[in-house]
Nanobody, 113 residues
Framework: QVQLVESGGGLVQPGGSLRLSCVGSGTIFSNYVMGWYRQAPGKQRELVAKITSGGSTNYADFVKGRFTISRDNAKNTVYLQMNSLKPEDTAVYYC???????WGQGTQVTVSS
């Protein structure tokens, strides 16, 4: 049974930082491209960033220069470091094994003063 469990969300002021973690189990995690998505109320889920098994990364334009995706294959974990957060970053953040239908349950990020 493949499982992805996110953590690290919360309430943060504009300009603040958070680090999200996603721990995977039930598969050879290191083989896969991993991604972080987000979904704000009333909006479609969108890709935020992705990372290949070798560590190559891609980012959505709206987070470039602010967010960093990384992974530790030995720990079956992918991270999303989020800096300079804005109110429009408020959303539920999900991790996903790209090209599969495996999603985590999501973690809420709220950016507000």
């Amino acid at each position: 049974q493949v499982q992805l469990v996110e953590s690290g969300g919360g309430l943060v002021q504009p300009g603040g930082s958070l680090r999200l973690s996603c721990v995977g189990s039930g598969t050879i995690f290191s083989n896969y491209v991993m991604g972080w998505y987000r979904q704000a109320p009333g909006k479609q889920r969108e890709l935020v960033a992705k990372i290949t098994s070798g560590g190559s990364t891609n980012y959505a334009d709206f987070v470039k220069g602010r967010f960093t995706i990384s992974r530790d294959n030995a720990k079956n974990t992918v991270y999303l470091q989020m800096n300079s957060l804005k109110p429009e970053d408020t959303a539920v953040y999900y991790c996903k094994i790209i090209y599969t239908n495996y999603w985590g349950q999501g973690t809420q990020v709220t950016v507000s003063s």
